[in-house]
């Protein structure tokens, strides 16, 4: 993978396999990632990025999880092919977003009303 750099701050409050996975997921939703490029290895982005393999690999099991990348024998990990579609992109935020809420305790209505007040302010014709 040549192009834009992933990077990881240590003193953030998100884990650092989430700013891999968020980063990735950016790149392959914005489509300066295309299906069928190829990823670093686990154990190289691991060492460029100073982490354990173990964090990276949990970046990459997330996207795979979401279906943005895929991993095959002989070739690693690369962009899935037509899985990073808007829906795809949405699904992995929403599942995101569940977490945190969940995080912050907070109760399905609740989380739920949030999204909808969000949906209504930020999608309001005019």
């Known amino acids: 993978m040549s192009g834009p750099a992933i990077t990881v ?3 953030q409050a998100e884990p650092p396999y989430e700013q891999v996975r968020a980063q990735l997921a950016g790149l392959i939703t914005s489509g300066r990632l295309l299906p069928g490029d190829r990823l670093p290895t686990v154990r190289a982005l691991a060492a460029d990025l ?3 393999p173990n964090t990276v690999a949990r970046a990459f099991k997330e996207l795979e999880g979401a279906g943005l990348v895929e991993t ?4 690693g990990t ?5 899985q990073h579609t808007a829906d795809a992109a949405v699904a ?3 599942a995101q977003f569940a977490g945190a809420a969940r995080a912050a ?3 399905e209505t609740q989380a739920l009303d949030l999204v909808r007040s969000a949906l209504r302010t930020r999608f309001q014709p005019g």
């Open 9 to 11: 701050d240590l003193s």
């Open 50 to 52: 100073g982490l354990a």
């Open 72 to 75: 095959r024998r002989r070739t």
């Open 78 to 82: 690369v962009v899935a092919t037509g």
């Open 92 to 94: 992995a935020l929403a």
């Open 105 to 107: 305790g907070l109760a």
